[in-house]
């Protein structure tokens, strides 16, 4: 299976990327494989952060809503919300 971050979304989103190096010198890390390669291990690594917050969270109660006699569904908008609140960057590492 190939990442979902082509080499073509990697241009794309690297384009605005600038380097600050002395006239005639070439800065090694802004080869487009590098920043393509870095791009995919942070999203794999945001990925892994979504899974197991969804391993933790997702057997709360507080996500199911009962639907019949013996079932419940989960009540998707509600889960949405608190993992992007649980995402969003912060200046210190919590440990919830």
């Known amino acids: 299976m190939s990442h979902p971050l082509t080499d073509e979304i990697c241009e794309d989103l690297s384009s605005c990327i ?3 190096t002395a006239p005639g010198e070439v800065d090694p890390y802004i080869c487009p494989q590098y920043i393509a390669d870095d791009m995919r291990v942070t999203a794999d690594w945001q990925l892994k952060q979504v899974i197991e917050w969804l391993s933790k969270n997702l057997h709360q109660s507080v996500y199911l809503e009962p639907v019949g006699y013996s079932s419940s569904v989960v ?19 919590e440990d919830n």
């Open 18 to 20: 600038t380097t600050l």
């Open 75 to 93: 009540d998707v908008d509600c889960v949405i919300e608190d993992l992007r609140e649980a995402m969003r960057p912060t200046t210190t590492q």
